[in-house]
């Protein structure tokens, strides 16, 4: 890693698509947050009295609360060492040794995990609640409630802290990534002590994907069976008015797919390294790093695939396909 030591970030580097990257994440997130908020009022009834909002309803604004809070605490860390022209090791404390990273570099790499980690364990709460709805309704009814969906998000969060912590233990090595504004764990080069925590941070990461994936394609087979069972006639405008909380959950399910296929795409780059490096000793920064990047898209994208969905002209074109 030849900028591991670096106290200046390498020349020529711009911090234009990192300024682009924060403004679009920070917007999407915060216009997201304002749409489940204004879904929330719509939803009130007429004695004024607050919704009942639904698991899935707590979960995506988990979601959306999340990636933004990823974008506020790690963006300005890369715009400040652009600002000052210095690494994350030099802006911050240094290490104990010369060839361990700053405290800050240290903080950065936990946070790149953590956030990286922490939008996983939501989708996969988000996918289960989808198929037991779908294909346990009662047990749905009885145990899924508003009150479980606000604390998975607090226990997923407190697991992944603890998750991510392990390097700054010894088990992994922060290092710090050319041009010298990112870190994250070592993925090539060492022995078990350096390479295990990558190794488990992949197959957790890959468990996860396959684990999402398997619940949205059973969701989408009772989706199918459902479809088929409906008789071919013209639907009374009573019996339409009371299908729309169904096609609202249909909306859901069609956007968690979406968020899904695009967190796959994101999260497979990061896997696949993580296990060249470790098992193949493919050392390739550059790959590396632009598996990070990847990882850190993924939080600009959910939001904004959130709020094309939401919107009223794409929700008719779905439709319209789905009636072909």
């Given amino acids: ?48 009295r607050p919704p ?17 809070l990823g974008k506020c605490l790690l963006s300005p ?33 936990f946070l790149m995990a953590f956030f990286g980690l922490a939008p996983t364990l939501l989708l996969l709460a988000m996918a289960l609640e989808c198929w037991l709805s779908l294909g346990h309704p009662y047990f749905y009814r009885r145990h899924i409630t508003r009150r479980l969906g606000a604390t998975l998000g607090p226990a997923a969060a407190g697991l992944c802290a603890l998750f991510c ?22 993925m090539a080069g060492g022995g078990p002590r350096q390479l295990g925590f990558p190794v488990l941070y992949a197959s957790l990461m890959g468990l996860l994907v396959l684990a999402i994936g398997a619940c949205n ?8 069976s459902m479809a088929r069972r409906q008789p071919r006639r013209s639907i009374p405008a009573a019996t339409a008015a009371a299908a729309a909380p169904r096609m609202e959950e249909l909306d859901h399910l069609v956007l968690l797919g979406l968020m899904t296929v695009l967190f796959t795409i994101c999260s497979l780059p990061l896997i696949i390294r993580a296990y060249m490096g470790a098992f193949a000793s493919d050392f390739n920064e550059n790959a590396d790093l ?17 709020i094309i969905f939401r919107t009223s002209v794409f929700r008719t074109f779905i439709r319209r396909v789905c009636r072909r």
Avoid at 2 to 7: M, T
Avoid at 55 to 61: C, D, E, H, I, K
């Fill in 1 to 48: 890693y030849r900028c591991r030591s670096n106290r200046y970030i390498e020349s020529g580097q711009s911090a234009l698509p990192s300024s682009l990257l924060f403004a679009s994440g920070l917007l999407g997130n915060v216009l997201a947050l304002l749409l489940l908020g204004q879904h929330r009022r719509r939803s009130r009834s007429p004695g004024g």
């Fill in 52 to 68: 009942r909002v639904s698991a899935f309803y707590v979960l995506v604004s988990g979601l959306a609360v999340t990636d933004l």
């Fill in 77 to 109: 860390i890369v715009l400040a060492a652009y600002a000052y022209n210095r690494s994350l090791s030099e802006l911050g404390p240094g290490g104990r040794t010369d060839d361990e990273p700053g405290v800050l570099c240290q903080l950065f790499a």
């Fill in 165 to 186: 912590a392990l390097p700054l233990l010894g088990f992994g090595v922060p290092i710090q990534y050319c041009p010298g504004t990112w870190c994250f764990i070592r």
């Fill in 217 to 224: 394609v059973s969701s989408m087979r009772h989706l199918y």
């Fill in 290 to 306: 632009s598996a990070l990047r990847f990882v850190s898209v993924n939080s600009i994208v959910d939001p904004w695939v959130f």
